[in-house]
């Protein structure tokens, strides 16, 4: 594959699938790969679930919510085996432009994302902002297995979403179109569809998703690399599930198709402010945001003995 000019030098995040030993259209082919792989373990996982209990409608059980989990896991490693064996990507490079997870500003960013859902659920409940579900019910029978569920998984869950729409799909779209901005609004549409929300059913479920996705995308690019997404989409999903528990709404959080606008008001100024407060946070602690590594692992190899790649 010819190398433009343009790819000389560091790279930004959202170009690092895109490398001179594979064609570009191995990228759709590994998007479809990825595809084929999460949903024959969700089948699998889902169909054991529901062998063991099925939720009445309109319900999720510990066990639902921890099926659901564990088929979104399962995308981590399927896109990080996806670009290392068909892509001949660098191991590392969907996790960060340095090409693995740094863990410290995804601890700091984990802080201040925790800190701001408190905060709009304060202003959720002193605003009596209208939630999902009537909010009326008490406390879930199985509360404590939705909790325990959440803490061990939901995290572990949102950064499966995160590797394919913000690490694969975003690379992947990059490495066909150069720039950051439609690679990020198409990703953000996908990942909007892909929750199963239409703008004609549902104009503020629609704007809720579309505007984390949106921000998600731009700080994946802007930070270079997925640890503010991650945050952003892990205490998300933590706290809205441990309030879930708590109203015994479970069922409506996890099957939205509709939200009141108050809420999806809260939401987007939420997502507005983390990624302003991330940005800030990134530009403070000096993260880079352009890889000088090599780009596939034929040319590690070129490196040769005695020059480490991280």
Known sequence: MAIDPRDTGPQPYHRLLRNNVTPSAFVLLGALTVLVGWMFWSVLVLSVQQAIRTDPK??????????????????IPLTMIVATLLNKQTPGLLSSVIGKLRWRPLAIFGVAAVVLELVMLGVIELGSVDVL????????????????????????????????????????????VRSSLIAVLVTTVLFTMAHGIWPWESPALFLDRFAFGLVAGLLAVRTGGLEAPIAAHAANNVITFIYAALTNTVGDSLGASDAPWSLVAVDVVKFAAFGAIALLLARKQGMATRCDLPLSTSLVADRGPGKRLL
């Open 133 to 176: 579900g009537s909010g009326s019910n008490g406390v879930a029978s199985d509360a404590a297995g939705v909790i325990v569920v959440t803490l061990l998984t939901s995290t572990f869950q949102a950064a499966g979403e995160e590797y394919f729409f913000r690490g694969y799909l975003l690379q992947a779209v990059g490495a066909l």
């Open 58 to 75: 309109g319900t999720v059980s510990w066990l639902g919510l921890l099926a659901t989990n564990l088929s979104l896991i399962v995308l």
